[in-house]
T-cell receptor
Framework: DQQVKQNSPSLSVQEGRISILNCDYT??????FLWYKKYPAEGPTFLIS?????DKNEDGRFTVFLNKSAKHLSLHIVPSQPGDSAVYFC???????????????FGTGTQLKVEL | EAQVTQNPRYLITVTGKKLTVTCSQN?????MSWYRQDPGLGLRQIYY???????DKGDVPEGYKVSRKEKRNFPLILESPSPNQTSLYFC?????????????FGPGTRLTVT
């Protein structure tokens, strides 16, 4: 059961335009969401996050939007640059009922290609 | 340089031959975790550790063991590897188990079990 879904395995965008990457989740207990970027032969690196008490978080060219009622979040990259070409993973976290933990549930990733 | 290191980066082995993948972080992080990445499944957590001598299962712990004897190291042990453990493995660390802290990932270990 894939609790975090990224339905687009790939996306191609022209340099300078907006990239929109989408993510849907099913677990209503998720209350913290993150985006990670991954280049080939490297580990994922943190990009931006959002708490469920917000509906938008912005960091430079990157903005994450959260629609709790639709259980949907999106990452906007404006303007897109060739260096943004990477795999983007959406991840979600839920407060554990017992103990602690910082478990992340990841989506399957979207390969973004920014073309010149 | 602050980093998470993993060794080896690539490993081809045979079914049943015990192996260990090492993970080390130099950031004095309390929290460490192991994930595996498989096509169409994203990254799935195997085990995590909130501090020295404190470990717990993630989503897919079967066939794996871990230990946390020192804060900086979190090795992943496959006692009897099988072909279904062929995967890309990532170690990650975080300053604390508080969810608002980002996780820092190592470069990955590609394991093939024949």
């Amino acid at each position: 059961d894939q609790q975090v879904k990224q339905n687009s395995p790939s996306l191609s965008v022209q340099e300078g335009r907006i990239s929109i990457l989408n993510c849907d989740y099913t677990n209503s207990m998720f209350d913290y969401f993150l985006w990670y970027k991954k280049y080939p032969a490297e580990g994922p690196t943190f990009l931006i996050s959002i708490s469920s008490i917000k509906d938008k978080n912005e960091d430079g060219r990157f903005t994450v939007f959260l629609n709790k009622s639709a259980k949907h979040l999106s990452l906007h990259i404006v303007p897109s640059q060739p260096g943004d070409s990477a795999v983007y993973f959406c991840a979600a976290s839920a407060k554990e009922v017992t103990g602690g933990g910082n478990k992340l549930t990841f989506g399957t990733g979207t390969q973004l290609k920014v073309e010149l | 340089e602050a980093q998470v290191t993993q060794n080896p980066r690539y490993l081809i082995t045979v079914t049943g031959k015990k192996l260990t993948v090492t993970c080390s972080q130099n950031m004095n992080h309390e929290y460490m975790s192991w994930y595996r990445q498989d096509p169409g499944l994203g990254l799935r957590q195997i085990y995590y550790s909130m501090n020295v001598e404190v470990t717990d299962k993630g989503d897919v712990p079967e066939g794996y063991k871990v230990s946390r004897k020192e804060k900086r190291n979190f090795p992943l042990i496959l006692e009897s590897p099988s072909p279904n453990q062929t995967s890309l493995y990532f170690c990650a660390s975080s300053p604390a188990w508080v969810r608002s802290y980002e996780q820092y990932f190592g470069p990955g270990t590609r394991l093939t079990v024949t």
